[in-house]
């Protein structure tokens, strides 16, 4: 799939994006929760409530295809049956070869790189998603 996500207006753009490719794709999606560190101070504690600083930190990760993701709402509904909260996903993509998706084992590794960028805060090549599918950008 490109690698520029500014075009993606939601996660159904992301999905069309994934259909349309040349080669059949495999997804990749890490979900985070939000975080403030139990060492935060009132002030980072106040900025937090308002919704900015904290981290992110991974929480769940799953590799789909496409037809496997009918849309964000069912994503959404599978991962509440997880009982696991989430604030923001992370998509990337595998592109598969010769008409053959890649496969599970084949996202493991790719899945661990992406959870490992979320850790260390590069989260910008990835496409981001909010709890309602909107796209988030991170400067």
């Known amino acids: ?64 295809t496409p037809s496997e993701v009918p849309s964000f709402a069912a994503l959404r509904a599978e991962s509440e049956h997880t009982g696991i909260s989430w604030d923001i996903l992370f998509v990337s993509s595998l592109s598969g070869r010769g008409g053959i998706a890649p496969n599970s084992d084949e996202a493991d590794q790719p899945l661990r790189f992406m959870v490992a960028a979320v850790n260390d805060g590069r989260v910008k090549e990835m496409a981001a998603f909010d709890h309602n599918g909107h796209t988030l950008r991170f400067a």
């Not at 500014?6 to 753009?13: G, I, Q, R, V």
């Not at 349309?20 to 900025?47: G, I, M, N, S, Y």
């Open 1 to 64: 799939m490109p690698s520029n996500t500014a075009t993606l207006s939601d996660f159904e753009a992301l999905l069309e994006a994934a259909a349309k490719q040349e080669e059949p794709q495999r997804l990749l999606f890490v979900f985070a929760q939000k975080h403030l560190d139990e060492q935060a101070t009132p002030a980072q504690r106040e900025t937090f409530s308002r919704g900015q600083g904290g981290h992110l930190q991974p929480c769940l990760c799953v590799d789909k």
